[in-house]
């Protein structure tokens, strides 16, 4: 899947302080280490991926900033019209405050036109969630 999200719409729980200039879902995919996609407090932030087609996922890249990550992630997912089912259970680790986390999860091999991945137990005390990086891989079918 191309690593610009693929051309397919995203969207997002929230976007700090509404400003998605600087810190919108956009900077997820756009390689660079500078940007990033920045949540507004509260619980449970998340982010949905329509694919254009139906794909195969088989991993999932995440780039957090240290201090902003999820301890759970939870990924859905379902088929066009369908209602999303629970995939799996993600469990970053958050290795330093200032350092940039970046993990990589095998995922059950799922056949998907929209994944939802939501942020649970940020380790942001105020809930918030950085984001530089997203990747799906896996097969357009």
Known sequence: L???GGGCPCRVSSVLNRDVKQFGKKHMFDASEETCWNSDQGTCQWVTLDFPRTVKVSQLHIQFQGGFSSRLCTLEGCRAGEDPVKISELYPEDTNAMQISFATFQVEETVLDKL???FENST???G???VYHLGVLGEKL
């Open 116 to 118: 939802k991945i939501t």
């Open 2 to 4: 191309p690593r610009d």
């Open 124 to 126: 942001d005390f105020f």
């Open 128 to 130: 918030r969630i950085v």
